[in-house]
Antibody, heavy 118, light 113 residues
Framework: EVQLLESGGGLVQPGGSLRLSCAAS????????MTWVRQAPGKGLEWVSAITGGGDSTYYADSVRGRFTISRDNSKNTLYLQMNSLRAEDTAVYYCTKDREGAKNEYWGQGTLVTVSS | DIVMTQSPDSLAVSLGERATINCKSSQSVLYSSNNKNYLAWYQQKPGQPPKLLIY???TRESGVPDRFSGSGSGTDFTLTIGSLQAEDVAVYYCQQYYNPPLTFGGGTKVEIK
């Protein structure tokens, strides 16, 4: 059974940093691209970033490029999102998702809440 | 960036009736080399993460009831719930995965009339 467990969310001040983690199990992690999607309270979905299975290619939304860094450790079956220079508008639930050939966001974690506030 | 526009923002449908949601992309998401539309639909119920319903614009994900169907090509797409059930109350999103950033539509809230 595929499981994705996000962690690392919390309250942070504007300008601060957080690192989110997503522990994956139930599939061969290194074979699949992974994605972060976020959802601000009461709002819609926003694609944030994605990384290929080997970690050689990464992609970012314009809203986070230069501030967020996606990475993965295939030996630990873990996906990361390093978030720097956080802003109030980054407040959201952050979901980790697994992609597969031909389809994106096949599986979703339960999400972790990031709140950026002073 | 490809902009995804969904309509309507919300709709109320009687149980057993058809619900239709539209999604329009600002540019074609049809990849000519394989003739596939890089368009997916998701369902999000309150308090839950989204769930993949349809990919390639019209291919139902495993386990998704056949009352859900997707259609369209190029820039115009439709999600149809053939006979609305109580458990279908949710927000539905389209997403293009033709080009990064992989943008979502704004969502359509489906309720029971």
């Amino acid at each position: 059974e595929v499981q994705l467990l996000e962690s690392g969310g919390g309250l942070v001040q504007p300008g601060g940093s957080l690192r989110l983690s997503c522990a994956a199990s139930g599939f061969t992690f290194s074979n699949y691209a992974m994605t972060w999607v976020r959802q601000a309270p009461g709002k819609g979905l926003e694609w944030v970033s994605a990384i290929t299975g080997g970690g050689d290619s990464t992609y970012y939304a314009d809203s986070v490029r230069g501030r967020f860094t996606i990475s993965r450790d295939n030996s630990k079956n873990t996906l990361y999102l390093q978030m720097n220079s956080l802003r109030a508008e980054d407040t959201a639930v952050y979901y980790c998702t697994k992609d597969r050939e031909g389809a994106k966001n096949e599986y979703w974690g339960q999400g972790t809440l990031v709140t950026v506030s002073s | 960036d490809i902009v995804m526009t969904q309509s309507p923002d919300s709709l109320a449908v009687s149980l057993g009736e058809r619900a239709t949601i539209n999604c329009k992309s600002s540019q074609s998401v049809l990849y000519s080399s394989n003739n596939k539309n890089y368009l997916a639909w998701y369902q999000q119920k309150p308090g839950q993460p989204p769930k993949l319903l349809i990919y390639w614009a019209s291919t139902r994900e495993s386990g998704v009831p056949d009352r859900f169907s997707g259609s369209g090509s190029g820039t115009d797409f439709t999600l149809t719930i053939g006979s609305l059930q109580a458990e279908d109350v949710a927000v539905y999103y389209c997403q293009q995965y033709y080009n990064p950033p992989l943008t979502f539509g704004g969502g359509t809230k489906v309720e029971i009339k």
